[in-house]
C-alpha cells in the first residue's frame, strides 16, 4: 500500500499522528514507518483499547474445579525409572525437539541484551543459553541423539542472539540441531489510545507475549519442517528458569504413559496466597487462574491431605503433541494488557520521552490450554528444579538463582 491509502487508514482509526514527521524523513525512513503501519492490524489495536476495562468481569464468573494432577515427587523409584526409560526411548528415536522461548524483554532484570546472554556468576560464567545447552548435551548424550533445538526469538533480540551463539561456537551442539525464529509483535499504545511511535519513523513495538509461540512457529514454517525430522512432540520452557531439566525424559514418559496430548509441570505454592497462577479446570476446560483472580477461600482450599486444593503452580514448563500444537497456532486468543513505563517518541518533537502508564499487549501461553480437552499436570519438587532468574537482586535473582544451581551442580557449575 502506498502513502494516500495507508494514511487514510490510519485516520479513520485516528492514527494519523504516525505519519507527522513523515516529510522530514530520508527515502529510506519513510519506507520503514510504510510498513511497520502497513503491518499494523489497526482493528485489533481498536479493540484491544476498547475492552481495556472489561477483561476481567468476562471470565470471573466462569465456574472453577480443580484438576488432576500426578504427584512426581510421591512416586516410588521403580515406576519414576519406568516412566524415565520410555522417555529415553522416545527421545533417543528423535522424536521430541527442545524449545526454548526467549522472546522476552527481561525489563525487570534491567539487562542490556537478550536474557539468555546473561550471566548469573557460575564459577564457569555461563549464561543461561550455556546452561540450558549443557543439559541438552547430557541428556542427549544418555538418548544416544542429539535432540534438536529451537530457540524463539523476538525481532528485538534476534540479530544479538545469533551473534552470541556464534561467537560462543553453538556451545560446541553444532550449529545444524539449533533453529532461531522471531515472534511476531505487537504495537504499544498510550493511554488515549495512540499507537506509539518508537522515534520519527518506526512504530514501537513489543513481542506479543509467550503465548504468541504457536503462531510464530506456523509463521516461521517450522511445524512442518519438524515433522520432515521425524518430530512429534515439543518441549517447551523459557529462558530464565536455570534449573530446568531440559527434555527430561521422565516428564516425556509421563506424556507417552498418560494419554495426554499435553502436558505442564507444576509444584505446589508455598503460602495460600503466593503470587503466582495456579492449574485448575475453567467452565470444564483445563486453565491456569492467576493469583488476582482466585477467590481467598478456594486459595486457601486444603484436601483432606493438608495439600492446596488450588495449588499447582504453573512453571512454564511444558511438553506438546505436534499436532495438538499446531491446532493451537489457529486459535485466537485474548491479548492482557500490562500498564509499563515505555520510552518513545514524543509526537510534537520526535525527541524520545519516557511516559509512566503506557500500555503493551501479551499474550499468556496458558490461555490456549482451554482448546484442550485435557492437560497433565506433572507435579515436581520446587527446590530440584524452579531457580527463576527475573531480578537483578533479593527474590527471583541471579543470586537466588546461583545458590540454587550450586546446590544441586555440585560437580559441574
Ligand atoms: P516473563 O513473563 O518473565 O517476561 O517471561 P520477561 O520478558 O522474561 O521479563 P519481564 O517481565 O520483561 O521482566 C517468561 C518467559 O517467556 C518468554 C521470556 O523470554 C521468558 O523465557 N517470553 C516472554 C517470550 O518468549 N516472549 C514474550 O513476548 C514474553
Redesign the pocket.
Known sequence: MALPELLNKAKTFGQEKLFNFYEELTDEQKKILLTDVQNIDFNLMQDLFKNLTNTKEETAETEIAPIPCTDATSMCEEERKRLYDKGLQVLGEGKMAAL??????????GHTGP?GTYDIGLPSHKSLFEIQCCGLKEVSAQAGCKVQWYI?T?HINHKDTVEFFEKNNYFDYGKENITFFP?TMIPAMDRDGNILLENKYTVLK?????G??FASLKNAGLFEKMRDKGISRIFI????NCLVKMADPLFLGFLEDSGHKAVAKSFIKRTADEKAGVFCRRGGKPTVIEYTEIPLELAELKDDAGVWVYGDTNV?NYIFDIDVAESLAEVGMSYHIAVKKLNCADFATGETVVIPNGYKF?LFLFDAFSQLDSLGVFRIERKEEFAPV?NPTGVDSAESAREMYMAIHKEEN
Do not use: F, V, W, Y
Request: glycine content about 22%.
Open positions: 526454548t522461548m526467549a522472546g522476552g524483554q527481561g525489563t525487570r532484570l536474557k524463539m523476538s515472534q513489543s513481542p506479543n507475549g509467550n504468541g509461540l520452557c523459557g529462558i530464565d512454564l501479551e527475573k
